[in-house]
């Protein structure tokens, strides 16, 4: 008879978590008894607790006209506008505490009843300054895969002139470090300077001063003449990738309205591999290029200073966006916070709503008294130490399945192969076009079939993709056709598993498991750990290449995709639509009891998948759900 499986169950009156077996269970197959015991959940916990749950809603619990007295309260204070704002802020505050039960807001206007319905019927229907914000984001992200692309093509010729192209110890170790440059600026430097720019000069400037910074670094690296040279520009180039990629997924999230923050977010990681695909495009573009008189290595030139273009795009109209309420506010700048908001929506009230709640979170944020360090909280407590374990999972495994060694090789992989280098940069447009394209459907499938399962199923799929990439250099070159095919075909094939999965759900994920007070730490520790492992990726993979050959080298990213689905299934739980209570619940299984429920899914998916038998999956938490209950105008008569 199978052994009770373990359960970890909450108990919302107690706040406690009950380690348990199921108590007198029956169903047709199996008869169980089991003891439950409860372990107290400390005062330091259920602090903690409490704060998140303040933080998710800061405005929970308030009737309808205390919350019409503090908006108009808030208006007045900061004299945000005539009678029209003071009313607006009424509202705000009202449809703050939960946006969705506009309905039940009294004193909306129809026209306002009908903009606030149409939020979530029509959730794409949005100012034409916000569509502008959208567009500003999607090239921001695009600057980003067009700087990291572009070296794909240029190496092929720079190597050369420049005395690092043979596969002796010196030359691989050198072009790896100029390769990596940017990588190892971000990690170092690079990503720590995000809060730093970002309270000097705000979210736009932020993002201005980045692109200046890829712009020049993009143009500079058309000019050197020496290795040393193009490692210097390169590694100046990280100053514009590192705080710009923590900047601009904020600046969206801070921007957008709640109905499409998600998915813009989320957008991040397509507009990146479009950018990626256009640094190839640049590659293919400039290659046939002479040498002019006094001008050697004219191609590579062009393509390395074509990653400047949409940095300069994004110059030339960044300051036609308004700037960040949320930003403004933490200058203590409420007027324009507000006006702000009036350009990005449709009318005052949804304006009105959104910086309340802004004001109100970070109210609770600057009132938060946790007793130590939040760095050390990461450490130290256990739901926050399981959350960043999960993350620097999802992130060092984004690195180590091996992508980017594409992203960045694949034209030297090709051309390893036999490929010649306009075959070998034509077959790498093709890994972008995929890169990109799969990318796009990764916009349903994350919140469809949930981040675990898509990284277990991916996972195993990678590593044979990349084994099957890797024997196929073992294809004679008397069978050119079939060796080059098998070769491109694995790759590809690994792309289009990779987007859906490793693509999108390490930032998704990260950003979701940590709770609200820390979690600006934890995605400043995930950005570091994904550009570090980048670094070290980029600089070891022409050494690898030489020295284990393609057939090892492919092999042993193969086997980290193995470690990944070992990790992932013992390690990481699920994240996919839960509440920030229930992600407290998630992240307060303790480590053995999940591992142990990881090594029971296995079983389990050979009987219900392999010999289709009719198996329940086993649920390893339970949530006891208290349902939200609006306090509404008659909160007074109650007590």
């Known amino acids: 008879m199978a052994e009770p499986q373990e359960k970890m169950v909450h108990d919302s009156s107690s706040g406690e978590y009950e380690s348990k077996t199921p108590q007198v269970e029956h169903d047709a197959r199996n008869h169980s008894m089991a003891y439950s015991r409860k372990a107290p959940v400390n005062a330091g916990d259920k ?22 007295e503090m908006g108009a309260a808030y208006a007045t204070k900061y004299q945000l506008g005539d009678e029209s ?7 705000g505050a009202v449809l703050a505490q939960d946006p ?3 309905e039940q807001c009294r004193g909306l206007e129809q026209d306002e009843v009908a903009i606030l319905r149409k939020e979530f019927t029509n959730r794409w229907s949005q100012p034409r300054l916000m569509y502008v914000v959208i567009v500003l984001c999607s090239t921001c ?3 980003q895969g067009m700087d990291e692309s572009v070296v794909n093509g240029g190496q092929l010729f720079y ?10 110890s010196r030359s691989t170790w050198l072009l790896g470090l100029v390769n990596s440059a940017p990588y190892l600026c971000c990690a170092l430097i690079g990503c720590w300077l995000t809060v730093p720019f970002n309270h000097w000069f705000g979210r736009r400037g932020t993002i201005f001063l980045t692109c200046t910074f890829s712009a020049l670094a993009c143009f500079w690296q058309g000019f050197v003449n020496t290795w040393w040279h193009m490692f210097i520009a390169r590694f100046c180039l990280g100053f514009g990738i590192g705080p710009k990629s923590a900047t601009v997924p904020i600046y969206a999230a801070e921007t957008t309205p709640p109905a499409i923050r998600g998915a813009l977010v989320m957008q991040w990681q397509m507009w990146t591999a479009f950018g990626i695909m256009i640094g190839y495009v640049a590659d293919l573009m400039f290659f046939q290029v002479k040498d002019r008189p006094h001008i050697t290595g004219l191609n590579w030139r062009l393509m390395m200073a074509s990653a400047m273009l949409p940095a300069l795009i994004v110059i030339c109209f960044v300051f036609l966006c308004p700037e960040s309420p949320r930003w403004y506010m933490s200058k203590g700048r409420h007027a324009k916070a507000y006006r702000a908001m009036i350009k990005l929506r449709y009318s005052k009230v949804q304006a009105a709503r959104d910086v309340y709640y802004m004001h109100t979170l970070l109210d609770a944020e600057s009132n938060m008294k946790i007793g130590q360090s939040k760095v050390l909280e990461l450490i130290t407590v256990p739901r926050n130490r399981r959350a960043l374990v999960g993350s620097e999972i999802v992130m060092f495994m984004q690195q180590f399945c091996g992508v980017n060694v594409i992203a960045y090789y694949s034209s030297q992989i090709f051309v390893e192969a036999n490929f010649s280098q306009i075959s070998a940069l034509s077959a790498s447009l093709g890994f972008g076009v995929i890169n990109w394209l799969f990318a796009i459907p990764a916009i349903y499938t994350i919140d469809t079939f949930g981040r675990r399962n898509l990284l277990l199923t991916t996972f195993p799929l990678m590593s044979l993709f990349l084994f099957f990439t890797g024997f196929s250099f073992w294809i004679p070159e008397t069978m050119h056709t079939a060796r080059i095919a098998c070769i491109a075909l694995g790759i590809y094939l690994f792309t289009i598993v990779y987007s859906p999965g ?3 759900v390490p930032f998704t994920y990260s950003a979701e498991a940590y709770p609200l007070y820390v979690r600006a730490y934890g995605m400043s520790l995930a950005t570091a750990t994904t550009w570090f492992f980048n670094f070290v990726l980029a600089i070891t993979w022409p050494r690898m290449l030489a020295t284990f050959k393609p057939q090892g080298a492919f092999s042993w990213y193969a086997a980290w995709n193995i470690v990944g689905f070992v990790l992932v299934l013992l390690f990481l739980p699920e994240t996919k639509g839960k509440t920030l209570e229930e992600l407290d619940q998630v992240f307060s299984v303790p480590t053995h009891v999940h591992a142990a429920y990881g090594l029971r899914q296995i079983p389990y998916f050979f009987q219900r998948y392999l010999f ?21 105008y008659d909160a007074e008569a109650q007590h």
């Open 47 to 68: 602090a903690r607790r409490n704060l998140n749950a303040k933080l998710a809603n800061p405005l929970a619990g308030y009737s309808h006209t205390d919350l019409e």
């Open 85 to 91: 704002d003071i009313r607006a802020f009424r509202m």
């Open 100 to 102: 969705a039960r506009y």
């Open 141 to 143: 992200a695009a600057v």
């Open 159 to 168: 190597s050369k002139q420049f005395g690092i192209g043979g596969k002796d």
């Open 502 to 504: 490793e693509g999108p």
């Open 612 to 632: 289709r038998r009719h198996v329940e999956p086993e649920r390893l938490y339970e949530h006891d759900n208290s349902e939200y209950t609006d306090t509404g």
